[in-house]
């Protein structure tokens, strides 16, 4: 089956190609392979929106050929990325886009650049001894967790569609597969640096960065030295990838894979594999299988992301001086900056889930006793928060739901205590606290057993669960009462669920 032009204008974007442009050794020009009679799974109209794409038109027209890659987009000039990485702390040299293919990026009327990719599309060279496609559980999944930090405001790549085909891939089963179509403002990687530097392609750096600099930090291309604007952007990638991780932190978000291949370069949080949300909380909880030494738990992302950014700086060092040694010395100048603002950025969400207006001295202290309390009762991390909004600042008052959390219920009170000795004149307003905690402390968050209650229900042709979940956690800080099932404890069958890799 060949793959051919789309006819509706539907799919007349404003086609970019700036990849295709670029060509070797960043972007090899991939077609996608055709799929056996694709059918429509889910769209996301706030998508659709930020691309200017007609979501009634596209969902009453259909938009499985096209976003299948059976029929592509006029003006397209699909691409797959060229890129390496360090898997769990080894080099593991060209990985690659093996089975993401950009059809290209395209402008919207506002001015904001997207690309739009087909995950699942088809091999390409970077396939390796993999088939290029994806099965329908993972594509629910990435849909579904994507939609869900974007809904928490937390940066990611988007979902706009999963297309299904009963084309069948063999996983430990034979299983039906799926597309998704992901949306990024860039999806450059740590790794696609890196693939340039242990191909000792240093020439090819500069363009890939400049680039990056280019089209999403405008501001810093007006640096005219050279070193000194890589150097900005080196600080700008250090403080978007502090600011990410303190994000997932703040919602007890584990990401699973923080090999450098998995790293943005725009601080997005990318590829949703075993990625998990905590139930209770667990600081060492590993929510992905096969990393067996725990290298990727919730407590240690903050030191990964230092490790992975390391890797990055390595990998262009000869952006930053002319002479080998002066580079070496900038760039760890430059990482030793990530710790600080990594803390600052932490320490600034956990202080607004508490609902304090200012920091003040022992605000740490406070945060981690909580946090220690929550962990030896295995109290629920989203719950907990939560109701802590709903406490009032009198001494007397009932702080049943907060409480209900934790086992050692008196620990519970002592440190409630401490919180609303805490509470000064800017935060002794009950109905405003709540007001902003409820804005930070999200009631709805992608529990695994939802995600695995909308695949099973999908696996046997219902869809709408999907919907509905998507419908929720678009805005997961709003009470929703009549979906109020849906922020409560998982089911213990759901304890410990744990997913692996790439699928
Ligand atoms: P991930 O674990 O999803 O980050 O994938 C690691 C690498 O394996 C990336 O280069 C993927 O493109 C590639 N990969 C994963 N699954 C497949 C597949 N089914 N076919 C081709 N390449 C794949
Ligand atoms: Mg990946």
């Known amino acids: 089956m060949s793959v051919v032009t789309e006819q509706s204008d539907l799919w007349a ?3 970019r190609n700036r990849a295709a442009a670029m060509g070797m050794p960043w972007y090899a020009p991939q077609q996608p392979s055709a799929i056996e009679a694709p059918y429509p799974v889910a769209f996301n109209d706030d998508v659709a929106a930020l691309l200017d794409i007609d979501a009634e038109r ?9 976003l299948s890659g059976n029929r592509l987009p006029p003006g397209a000039e699909p691409v797959a990325h060229r890129y390496g990485g360090h898997q769990f702390g080894i080099w593991a040299g060209q990985l690659g886009d093996g089975r993401a293919i950009t059809l290209g990026d395209m402008v919207n009327a506002r001015g904001q650049v997207y690309d739009i990719q087909l995950k699942g599309a ?3 060279p970077y396939s390796r001894f993999a088939d290029g496609r994806a099965v329908l559980r993972s594509t629910i999944r990435e ?3 994507s939609e869900a930090l974007a809904g928490l405001g937390i940066p990611t790549t988007r979902a706009l569609a999963i297309v299904g085909s009963d084309a069948p891939v063999y996983r430990e089963t034979v299983e039906t597969s799926a597309i998704l179509t992901r949306v990024a403002p860039s999806l450059v990687r740590f790794g696609s640096f890196e693939m340039l530097f242990y191909d000792r392609r240093f020439d090819d750096l500069a363009p890939l960065a400049d ?3 280019q089209h999403h930090h405008p501001e810093l291309a007006a640096i005219e030295n050279d070193y000194e604007r890589y150097r900005a952007w080196v600080v700008r990638v250090i403080e978007l990838t502090a600011s990410l991780i303190a994000d997932w932190q703040a919602v007890g978000f584990c990401h699973g894979v923080l090999n450098t291949d998995n790293m943005s370069v725009l601080g997005l949080t990318l590829d949703y594999g075993p990625f998990g949300f905590m139930d209770s909380f667990d600081p060492d909880w590993i929510c992905n299988h096969t990393d067996e030494a725990g290298r990727y738990t919730y407590n ?4 990964i992301g230092l490790w992975n950014l390391g890797r990055f700086v390595q990998a262009i060092l000869p952006l930053l001086a002319e002479e080998p040694d002066a580079a070496v010395e900038i760039g760890q100048n430059l990482l030793e900056d990530y710790r600080s603002a990594y803390d600052r950025a932490y320490q600034a969400r956990m202080q607004a889930k508490l609902g304090l207006v200012e920091a003040a001295e022992g605000d740490a202290e406070l945060v981690a006793s909580l946090l220690k309390l929550m962990a030896r009762d295995g109290a629920d991390f989203t719950r907990s928060f939560r109701a802590l909004g709903e406490v009032s600042a009198a001494p007397s008052a009932s702080a049943a739901p907060f409480i209900d959390e934790f086992v050692d219920r008196e620990g519970a009170e002592a440190w409630l205590a401490d919180w609303r000795a805490r509470l000064g004149e800017a935060e002794a307003d009950d109905a405003a606290r709540r007001v902003r905690m409820h804005l930070v402390n999200p009631k709805y968050i992608l529990r695994n057993y939802l995600a695995q209650h909308a695949i099973e229900r999908a696996e046997n042709g219902d869809y709408s669960e999907i919907e509905r979940l998507h419908a929720i956690l678009r ?4 009470e929703q009462p009549e979906h109020a099932d849906y922020a409560r404890l998982p089911p213990d069958w759901a304890r410990g669920l744990v ?3 790439s699928s």
């Open 13 to 15: 974007l404003d086609w």
């Open 58 to 66: 596209a969902r009453r027209e259909g938009y499985a050929e096209v």
């Open 122 to 124: 088809g091999k390409t």
């Open 143 to 145: 849909y579904l967790g």
């Open 211 to 213: 680039a990056v600099i």
């Open 300 to 303: 240690r992302q903050p030191a």
């Open 475 to 478: 805005r997961p800080f709003d």
């Open 499 to 501: 997913l692996s890799c």
